[in-house]
């Protein structure tokens, strides 16, 4: 969760939010403190979420995830998009407040109200949870379009698996690929599965291997369902140039 952000109320509010932001990103968490406590005691909504983001991760002051919700309370209350998501986190977490899935998607619902890619992307997916995936691909599409990864991929399986769509694995395959050079490794890996059976794309056992090999290493659970396949179908020179691809720029796994 991104929590340390800037708000721009004064042009000397924005000096010093970006002073203690700065200070806060080199660890330096008494300096930011201390300039944020005086704006958020003043109503700066955006100051207010960030102390909250120190209380809730310890930066600088004691873990306190109570004192984190009072603080982000106050930032949603005052209409700040990053607050309310923020806040709408811990109620979804159950983390200083009570575990409320309803009161997390109505604050949810404000931040995605002012178009803010984070709760955008946390809609799409709790909308998908519940099976409601005209709305999933609608906000999927609005965070994508600010550039959230997490959407893309989410929009490409939507296609693969007809999800309020007709299938279409030349668009999954689209998105996917977008996601997955920006990082995303459950992307990479359905990229990768895409490749192996040539499902919306010309299939490529080396690609697939070099995909699956780059999720795997990102974290991602998908990948290690297809390697074994995939490793089986290929020579000792073919699996040696996948990991090598595996390793190189992102630029270099490009689709043809």
Same mark, same amino acid.
């Given at each position: 969760?991104?929590?340390?952000?800037?708000?721009?109320?004064?042009?000397?509010? =924005?000096?010093? &939010?970006?002073?203690?932001?700065?200070?806060?990103?080199?660890?330096?968490?008494?300096?930011?403190?201390?300039?944020?406590?005086?704006?958020?005691?003043?109503?700066?909504?955006? +100051? /207010?979420?960030?102390?909250?983001?120190?209380? !809730?991760?310890?930066?600088?002051?004691?873990? @306190?995830?109570?004192?984190?919700?009072?603080?982000?309370?106050? #930032?949603?209350?005052? *209409?700040?998009?990053? *607050?309310?998501?923020?806040?709408?986190?811990?109620?979804?977490? *159950?983390?200083?407040?009570?575990?409320?899935?309803?009161?997390?998607?109505?604050?949810?619902?404000?931040?995605?109200?002012?178009? @803010?890619?984070?709760?955008?992307?946390?809609? #799409?997916? &709790?909308?998908?949870?519940?099976?409601?995936?005209?709305?999933?691909?609608?906000?999927? $599409?609005?965070? %994508?379009?600010?550039?959230?990864?997490? #959407? &893309?991929?989410?929009?490409?399986?939507?296609?693969? =698996?007809?999800?309020?769509?007709?299938?279409?694995?030349? !668009?999954?395959?689209?998105?996917?690929?977008?996601?997955? /050079?920006?990082?995303?490794?459950? %992307? /990479?890996? &359905?990229?990768? +599965?895409?490749?192996?059976?040539?499902?919306?794309?010309?299939?490529?056992?080396?690609?697939?291997?070099?995909?699956?090999?780059?999720?795997? =290493?990102?974290? #991602?659970?998908?990948?290690?369902?297809?390697?074994?396949?995939?490793? $089986?179908?290929?020579?000792?020179?073919?699996?040696?140039?996948?990991?090598?691809?595996?390793?190189?720029?992102?630029?270099?796994?490009?689709?043809?």
């Amino acid at each position: 969760m991104r929590w340390l952000e800037r708000f721009r109320p004064t042009r000397k509010a =924005d000096s010093d &939010m970006a002073s203690a932001l700065a200070a806060a990103r080199s660890g330096d968490y008494a300096v930011a403190l201390a300039i944020w406590e005086p704006l958020a005691r003043a109503g700066n909504a955006r +100051a /207010q979420n960030n102390i909250a983001a120190c209380f !809730s991760a310890g930066h600088g002051v004691e873990a @306190d995830p109570a004192l984190a919700a009072k603080w982000l309370r106050l #930032s949603a209350e005052s *209409g700040d998009p990053v *607050g309310q998501r923020n806040l709408a986190t811990l109620h979804f977490r *159950g983390e200083g407040v009570a575990q409320d899935d309803a009161e997390a998607m109505r604050l949810y619902h404000l931040a995605a109200d002012q178009d @803010d890619a984070v709760a955008l992307d946390m809609l #799409s997916w &709790m909308f998908a949870e519940q099976g409601d995936y005209d709305e999933a691909r609608h906000l999927a $599409e609005r965070a %994508a379009g600010h550039g959230v990864a997490a #959407s &893309m991929t989410r929009l490409g399986n939507l296609y693969h =698996d007809a999800l309020g769509v007709e299938r279409d694995p030349i !668009s999954a395959v689209e998105w996917w690929q977008k996601a997955a /050079q920006l990082g995303d490794a459950d %992307a /990479q890996a &359905m990229l990768g +599965a895409a490749h192996h059976t040539g499902s919306g794309v010309a299939r490529n056992p080396v690609l697939a291997l070099a995909w699956l090999l780059r999720a795997r =290493d990102g974290g #991602s659970k998908l990948a290690g369902n297809f390697i074994p396949a995939v490793r $089986e179908a290929l020579t000792a020179e073919e699996r040696a140039e996948a990991e090598r691809r595996s390793l190189a720029q992102l630029t270099e796994l490009a689709l043809p």
